[in-house]
C-alpha cells in the first residue's frame, strides 16, 4: 500500500540558509500535518492542511512556511535556519473521520551546521 | 482542547517481564486515542487505536491497551516483554481544534528492555 512520502531523508544546512522539505500524502487523504521532532523530544504540532486550505497552526517559527499544492503535496519552507531548526520533520496524513489514525512518512533529518 | 499525559519518560523491564506503559487524556468530548511506536531513526508507526468500538485493543506485536473513561486512562500493556521491543512509545489524541482534527502527542516512554 501507498505510504506517506517525504524527500529528502535527510538535508544538511549551514546557518541562515533556507531549506525545503516535501511531502507527498496517501492517495485520497485530504489532510496533512507537519511535526518537528528534536532530539530526545516528542513530536510538536507546526501546521496542518485541509483540502490545500491552512486548518490549524502550531509552534511554526515565523521563519517557516508551508502549503499545500492541488496534488495536494505540502511543502515546508524554512528559511533564516539556526542550529536550534536541527530535527527530524515528520509529515503525516489522514483522511476525513476523527476516529482514522494519522499515516507518517519516515521523516527528514535536517542538520544545521 | 485535548492533551495526553505520559508517566515516565524512561521505563525498564527484565526480558519476558510485563510492559506497563502509562497514558492518560483530557478531552472534553469522546477521544481518539492511539499508540505510536517509534525505533531510532524511523518515523512513527501506528501500534493501536481506541476509536470507542470495544475498550480493550488489541494492536501489532502483542501489545494491547484498556480504554478506561473512569480514570482516564489508555495505559499499554505487553504480557512478556522481549528485546526488540525497546523503542520510544507515544500516546496521542486526535480531536477537534478549530474545527479540524488535530492529533497531539504525549512527551513519549523510551522502552528499555534488560536482558
Known amino acids: 500500500a501507498a505510504g506517506v512520502i517525504q524527500s529528502p531523508r535527510h538535508l544538511i544546512k549551514e546557518k541562515r540558509e533556507t531549506a525545503t522539505l516535501k511531502c507527498y500524502p496517501i492517495?485520497?487523504?485530504?489532510?496533512v500535518y507537519w511535526y518537528q521532532q528534536g532530539p530526545g523530544q516528542d513530536p510538536q504540532f507546526l501546521i496542518s492542511f485541509y483540502e490545500k486550505m491552512q486548518s490549524d497552526k502550531g509552534s511554526i517559527p515565523d521563519r517557516f512556511s508551508a502549503q499545500q499544492f492541488s496534488d495536494y503535496h505540502s511543502e515546508l519552507n524554512m528559511s533564516s535556519l539556526e542550529l536550534g531548526d536541527s530535527a527530524l520533520y515528520f509529515c503525516?496524513?489522514?483522511?476525513?473521520?476523527?476516529?482514522?489514525?494519522?499515516?507518517f512518512g519516515q521523516g527528514t533529518r535536517l542538520t544545521v551546521v | 482542547a485535548q492533551s495526553v499525559t505520559q508517566l515516565g519518560s524512561h521505563v525498564s523491564v527484565s526480558e519476558g517481564a510485563l510492559v506497563l506503559l502509562r497514558c492518560n487524556y483530557s478531552s472534553s468530548v469522546p477521544p481518539y486515542l492511539f499508540w505510536y511506536v517509534q525505533y531510532p531513526n524511523q518515523g512513527l508507526q501506528l501500534l493501536l487505536k481506541?476509536?470507542?468500538?470495544?475498550?480493550l485493543v488489541k494492536g501489532i506485536n502483542g501489545f494491547e491497551a484498556e480504554f478506561k473513561k473512569s480514570e482516564t486512562s489508555f495505559h499499554l500493556t505487553k504480557p512478556s516483554a522481549h528485546m526488540s521491543d525497546a523503542a520510544e512509545y507515544f500516546c496521542a489524541v486526535r480531536g477537534k481544534s478549530g474545527g479540524y482534527q488535530k492529533v497531539t502527542f504525549g512527551i513519549g516512554t523510551k522502552l528499555q528492555v534488560i536482558p
Open positions: 481506541y476509536t470507542s468500538a470495544a475498550t
Open positions: 492517495p485520497r487523504h485530504d489532510t
Open positions: 503525516a496524513s489522514s483522511p476525513t473521520g476523527a476516529d482514522t489514525e494519522a499515516f
